[in-house]
């Protein structure tokens, strides 16, 4: 079925399949939005750290231990660590889902823009699997489009949900994804934007990295950069004209150390410079300290 972009899809399968109480897992660090979503319908949430290839099984397996309703995860480019499921980590995390036998939600919000490719745990446990895949960030954010695919037992509820509301997505909106999705240059337009997105978030991470600040550098338009201090960080690089967003919103389990998101998509060039400043703003201990 087709959404009205990929939070809708999210709204949607909350709304129909959770209840006021219910427990699922989400990745840690998560989508801020998301986590506003769950908590609007009264959903607890339990959180699984995630390395560079995806969720981590064991702590997974720890987790659904209790009580869980569903799982929550993005398949690539994960927002806000850039970090895309392998196929190996797909195939260690199948068995363990499988056992547990609940609907497992994957979120592919940046779609055309990663550079990994494509992977859903629905190939390994169809009947468990609804994966959103979103075209607004490869296609253009007014489209607000998304497809959901999922076994017919778990979309039956979502559709009866939709048919109270919006009942469809436009058309017209329609018919000019599929044309922007069959058009050879529309397909080599959005084949460039992917190439020039991974293009300018390596040499961000190259930079940083040289300059001690470790960064990852998995996929998508965000990086995840760690910092000693996290407002101290936020103000000095405000005061140098650099929009960042604070990383503790993310954040579900304690610990984590500070960072904060920083989104590279539209930053063209002059990255030693940027990594100068964002590596002395990850250094920065304290603002009220003095420390330059």
């Known amino acids: 079925m087709v959404v009205d972009g990929a939070m809708d899809g999210l709204d949607l399968v909350s709304r129909s399949l959770l209840r006021f109480g219910d427990r699922v897992v989400v990745e840690h660090p998560c989508f801020p939005p998301l986590l506003d979503l769950l908590e609007s319908i009264g959903v607890e949430v339990a959180g699984v750290p995630v390395d560079a290839e995806g969720l981590r099984p064991e702590p997974l397996t720890a987790a659904l231990r209790s009580p869980i309703a569903a799982v929550f995860l993005q398949p690539r480019a994960q927002n806000p660590t850039g970090a895309s499921m392998t196929e190996q980590r797909a195939r260690d995390l199948a068995p363990i889902l499988a056992q547990a036998g609940l609907p497992v939600v994957e979120d592919d919000s940046a779609g055309a823009v990663a550079a990994s490719a494509p992977i859903s745990l629905g190939q390994w446990i169809p009947d468990q699997v609804i994966h959103i895949r979103s075209f607004s960030k490869?296609?253009?954010?007014?489209?607000?489009?998304?497809?959901?695919?999922?076994?017919?037992?778990?979309?039956?509820?979502?559709?009866?949900?939709?048919?109270?509301?919006?009942?469809?997505s436009s058309r017209l909106l329609q018919?000019?994804?599929?044309?922007?999705?069959?058009?050879?240059?529309?397909?080599?337009?959005?084949?460039?934007?992917?190439?020039?997105?991974?293009?300018?978030?390596?040499?961000?991470?190259?930079?940083?990295?040289?300059?001690?600040?470790?960064?990852?550098?998995?996929?998508?338009?965000?990086?995840?950069?760690?910092?000693?201090?996290?407002?101290?960080?936020?103000?000095?690089?405000?005061?140098?004209?650099?929009?960042?967003?604070?990383?503790?919103?993310?954040?579900i389990l304690p610990g984590g150390g500070g960072h904060v998101r920083v989104t590279v998509g539209l930053v063209v060039d002059g990255y030693e410079e940027l990594a100068q400043i964002l590596a002395a703003a990850a250094n920065t201990s304290s603002w009220a300290s003095g420390a330059r």
């Open 175 to 251: 018919r000019v994804l599929l044309s922007l999705l069959t058009d050879a240059d529309a397909i080599a337009d959005v084949n460039h934007a992917r190439d020039e997105y991974t293009r300018r978030r390596d040499a961000l991470v190259s930079a940083l990295n040289a300059r001690d600040v470790e960064v990852t550098g998995g996929d998508g338009l965000n990086l995840w950069v760690p910092v000693h201090d996290e407002s101290a960080a936020i103000v000095r690089l405000a005061s140098q004209g650099v929009g960042v967003t604070p990383g503790t919103p993310f954040d």
């Open 138 to 168: 490869s296609h253009g954010p007014d489209l607000r489009l998304a497809a959901m695919s999922g076994p017919s037992e778990l979309l039956r509820e979502i559709i009866h949900r939709r048919q109270l509301g919006q009942g469809w």
